[in-house]
């Protein structure tokens, strides 16, 4: 067992669970943005994408996102929403690890933001929890009228909720845990001991005290302080981490095949348009030959269920490097980027036992054999320079560490090359 999460094992087992809804137990960017836009306008729906970006973007809060988002549901029958709703699958583990805690005696709570409060009922039913709080949907001769309101909207709301829930059962914040994903989540910290981040954004990365990614069974052993089975890189991870790798092989074959790195962009553009278009299908149910196939195998919780960003920001990522930086600055910044990256999440996940302190989500170890790795891809490009390889290599591991809202395959290699084009 890893030092953070013997610490955490060690703990007081916690008498109430809270469980954050979206991205936890089920897709977090599915339901409303894919299963329920189905129903609606396709300028409702870009309404509603504009809505969830702004919010993830910081620029607006969650609560007017919602606002924004239920609006465009005006006139939609609750029955046929609530339809759509039970379509969701729930994320790989989370019937198994409720069963679980529910031996264990503890109860369970469900607090969700974005879905309303029927609806979480129904979720906390199946699963067999003893609270479950969602935002209030206004209906009107059984159609919404786009209006919301509760609560769980508001800035501090989910911790209003706990609060009410504690007093109730008379806990206190060392009786209760947290398992949660992004900052909307943030005011309940202070309500509970024990703060485990899944799949977490930047800031929960930070603040959580254990971060889990991919099972959703993984976090039962740190909240009853049962022994954790030896840790293994699942088949997608392995599938997924080796593309991220192979990435490599751009720089290499454009200097092999003397191409022009703008026909380079040009290519990676037309296959990512490819693949956004391949993965909308699939959402939609459609299967694209070989494309569905390689997004499924190399998808990981919770993409399995929503359309998978990832590759996007991964082809965003070099293009935007091959643009900016001349080579061979951006041949050696996609080489630390690609081999570094992948290697650090593979090393990280297998034998990684030192969390890092400000991202949770990170192992020492594998940051540090990403370093070696990616030194190693960027002297191929600049053999003359290997003190230059290692700064950029050290500067692109460090923004790997790093939690930021941005995501890496963007800041990686453009530090990365900014770094080495700065440096004489």
Same mark, same amino acid.
């Given at each position: 067992?890893?030092?953070?999460?013997?610490?955490?094992?060690?703990?007081?087992?916690?008498?109430?669970?809270?469980?954050?809804?979206?991205?936890?137990?089920?897709?977090?960017?599915? &339901?409303?943005?894919?299963?329920?836009?189905?129903? %609606? +306008?396709?300028?409702?729906?870009?309404?509603?994408?504009?809505?969830?970006?702004?919010?993830?973007?910081?620029?607006? +809060?969650? =609560?007017?996102?919602?606002?924004?988002?239920?609006?465009?549901?005006?006139?939609?029958?609750?029955?046929?929403?609530?339809?759509?709703?039970?379509?969701?699958?729930?994320?790989?583990?989370? #019937?198994?690890?409720?069963?679980?805690?529910?031996?264990?005696?503890?109860?369970? !709570?469900?607090?969700?933001?974005?879905? $309303?409060?029927?609806?979480i009922e129904d979720l906390?039913?199946?699963?067999?929890?003893? *609270?479950? @709080?969602?935002?209030?949907?206004?209906?009107?001769?059984?159609?919404?009228?786009?209006?919301?309101?509760?609560?769980?909207?508001?800035?501090?709301g989910k911790a209003l909720?706990?609060?009410?829930?504690?007093? #109730?059962?008379?806990?206190?914040?060392?009786?209760?845990?947290?398992?949660?994903?992004?900052?909307?989540?943030?005011?309940?910290?202070?309500?509970?001991?024990?703060?485990?981040?899944?799949?977490?954004?930047?800031?929960?990365?930070?603040?959580?005290?254990? /971060?889990?990614?991919?099972?959703?069974?993984?976090?039962?052993?740190?909240?009853?302080?049962?022994?954790?089975?030896?840790?293994?890189?699942?088949?997608?991870?392995?599938?997924?981490?080796?593309?991220?790798?192979?990435?490599?092989?751009?720089?290499? @074959?454009?200097?092999?095949?003397?191409?022009?790195? *703008?026909?380079?962009?040009?290519? %990676?553009?037309?296959?990512?348009?490819?693949?956004?278009?391949? =993965?909308?299908?699939?959402?939609?149910?459609?299967?694209?030959p070989v494309m569905s196939?390689?997004?499924?195998? /190399?998808?990981?919780?919770?993409?399995? *269920?929503?359309?998978?960003?990832? $590759?996007?920001?991964?082809?965003?990522?070099?293009?935007?490097?091959?643009?900016? @930086?001349?080579?061979?600055?951006? &041949?050696?910044?996609?080489?630390?980027?690609?081999?570094?990256?992948?290697?650090?999440?593979?090393?990280?996940?297998?034998?990684?036992?030192? !969390? %890092?302190? &400000?991202? #949770?989500?990170?192992?020492? =170890?594998?940051?540090? @054999?990403?370093?070696?790795?990616? +030194?190693?891809?960027?002297?191929?490009?600049?053999?003359?320079?290997?003190?230059? /390889?290692?700064?950029?290599?050290?500067?692109?591991?460090?923004?790997?560490?790093? $939690?930021?809202?941005?995501?890496?395959?963007?800041?990686?290699?453009?530090?990365?090359?900014?770094?080495?084009?700065?440096?004489?």
């Open positions: 067992m890893t030092p953070d999460k013997t610490l955490l094992a060690l703990r007081k087992k916690p008498r109430l669970i809270v469980f954050d809804v979206e991205g936890v137990l089920i897709p977090k960017r599915r &339901y409303l943005l894919f299963e329920a836009s189905r129903r %609606i +306008s396709f300028v409702s729906l870009l309404k509603m994408f504009w809505a969830g970006f702004l919010y993830e973007s910081g620029l607006i +809060s969650l =609560e007017k996102a919602l606002r924004r988002i239920y609006r465009q549901l005006h006139g939609l029958a609750i029955s046929d929403l609530f339809q759509l709703y039970k379509k969701m699958p729930l994320l790989q583990g989370v #019937k198994e690890a409720f069963k679980q805690l529910k031996k264990t005696g503890c109860k369970t !709570a469900l607090i969700s933001s974005g879905l $309303p409060q029927s609806f906390a039913s199946q699963l067999g929890c003893d *609270y479950a @709080f969602g935002l209030d949907l206004e209906v009107v001769e059984g159609r919404l009228t786009g209006q919301i309101g509760g609560d769980v909207i508001k800035p501090e909720v706990l609060k009410r829930i504690q007093e #109730k059962e008379g806990l206190r914040p060392q009786d209760c845990a947290l398992v949660a994903d992004d900052r909307n989540n943030l005011p309940m910290f202070q309500l509970c001991t024990e703060r485990i981040g899944y799949n977490p954004d930047f800031l929960l990365a930070y603040k959580s005290d254990v /971060a889990v990614k991919g099972d959703f069974r993984e976090v039962v052993p740190l909240l009853t302080g049962n022994p954790i089975e030896s840790r293994s890189v699942s088949g997608r991870q392995l599938i997924r981490e080796t593309i991220h790798i192979a990435g490599f092989f751009v720089p290499a @074959f454009t200097v092999y095949w003397s191409l022009n790195r *703008y026909f380079v962009v040009l290519l %990676i553009f037309v296959f990512t348009t490819v693949y956004i278009m391949s =993965e909308l299908a699939r959402m939609l149910g459609v299967n694209v196939t390689i997004t499924w195998k /190399a998808t990981i919780q919770p993409e399995i *269920y929503e359309f998978a960003t990832a $590759p996007i920001f991964f082809a965003l990522g070099i293009m935007l490097t091959l643009l900016l @930086f001349p080579p061979p600055i951006s &041949y050696a910044s996609i080489a630390i980027f690609t081999l570094g990256d992948g290697s650090a999440t593979l090393v990280g996940q297998t034998i990684g036992s030192h !969390a %890092i302190y &400000y991202n #949770k989500g990170k192992k020492a =170890e594998g940051t540090f @054999f990403g370093f070696l790795l990616a +030194s190693l891809g960027a002297s191929v490009f600049m053999p003359t320079n290997p003190l230059k /390889a290692l700064a950029g290599a050290a500067a692109g591991m460090i923004m790997e560490s790093l $939690p930021t809202p941005i995501n890496d395959n963007i800041t990686i290699p453009l530090a990365t090359g900014l770094t080495l084009l700065l440096l004489p």
